[in-house]
């Protein structure tokens, strides 16, 4: 079986992409913009607003709520900023 990994640039220069898996609360992802560039100004904005929650289903930051909000799920044991 072939290396799941996408290589950048054309070369393995450590620099790989590994496929996000299937999510099984996607439906719980904040949409975002794909681009690299595009992703980290719309995050900028995002963040004066909202902020970041852990998915308890891939365990990766795709999940954005308004500041001081309750909805969406809780990092266990803390501060959840």
């Given at each position: 079986?072939?290396?799941?990994?996408?290589?950048?640039?054309?070369?393995?220069?450590?620099?790989?992409?590994?496929?996000t898996p299937d999510?099984?609360?996607?439906?719980?992802?904040?949409?975002?913009?794909?681009?690299?560039?595009?992703?980290?100004?719309?995050?900028?904005?995002?963040?004066?607003?909202?902020?970041?929650?852990?998915?308890?289903?891939?365990?990766?930051w795709h999940i954005?709520?308004?500041?001081?909000?309750?909805?969406?799920?809780?990092?266990?044991?803390?501060?959840?900023?």
């Amino acid at each position: 079986m072939p290396d799941p990994a996408i290589y950048l640039c054309g070369g393995d220069d450590g620099a790989r992409v590994v496929p996000t898996p299937d999510c099984p609360n996607a439906d719980q992802h904040t949409p975002a913009p794909p681009g690299y560039v595009e992703w980290h100004e719309w995050a900028a904005g995002m963040a004066r607003t909202h902020q970041r929650r852990l998915c308890p289903g891939c365990d990766r930051w795709h999940i954005w709520v308004p500041v001081g909000s309750d909805e969406g799920p809780k990092l266990s044991g803390g501060d959840s900023t």
